[in-house]
């Protein structure tokens, strides 16, 4: 965890360095929008043109009896995503989660938040309840 933490200091210590056009914190949460909408783009595209993964978005089944385990139902909920990105689709969308990544960064920095303490924090909190957080 200690490498992990490391390279997001650094990571937000690099964006400190480099931004220089969107510092504004509008620029910023618009550049993370884009960002996250270029994300969901790539993985349509995935589907709809390169056809490496199909999307089968069938209703989840949120109804089970008394004696299923909370394990049972994390198996029997799906992601939908069908087969594996191909190495230029995968390549696409490692682009677009780490433009994410650089925006999140970049808004965290304008606040002098810690993404490393943001992560921790965030584990925290989902550990405390474990399965039960259902997220």
């Known amino acids: 965890m200690c490498t992990n933490i490391t390279e997001l200091e650094d990571f937000q210590t690099f964006i400190t ?3 220089i056009r969107n510092k ?3 620029d910023q949460t618009t550049k993370l929008q884009d960002a996250c909408t270029h994300l969901c783009r ?3 595209k995935a589907a709809t043109t390169c056809g490496c993964i199909t999307i ?3 209703k989840q089944q949120y109804t089970f009896s008394e004696n299923t385990s909370l394990d049972q139902i994390k ?3 799906s992601t939908h995503v069908n087969g594996k990105m191909c190495e230029n689709c995968q390549e696409l969308l490692e682009k677009e989660l780490g433009r ?3 925006y999140l960064g970049a808004i965290s920095n304008t606040f002098n938040i810690s993404l490393s303490e943001v992560l921790q924090k965030e584990k925290y909190r989902t550990e405390i309840l474990g399965k039960y957080s259902l997220k």
């Open 75 to 77: 198996d029997l909920m």
């Open 24 to 26: 504004s914190i509008l």
């Open 100 to 102: 994410v990544l650089f």
């Open 42 to 44: 790539t993985i349509s």
């Open 17 to 19: 360095d480099i931004l």
């Open 56 to 58: 089968d978005a069938t």
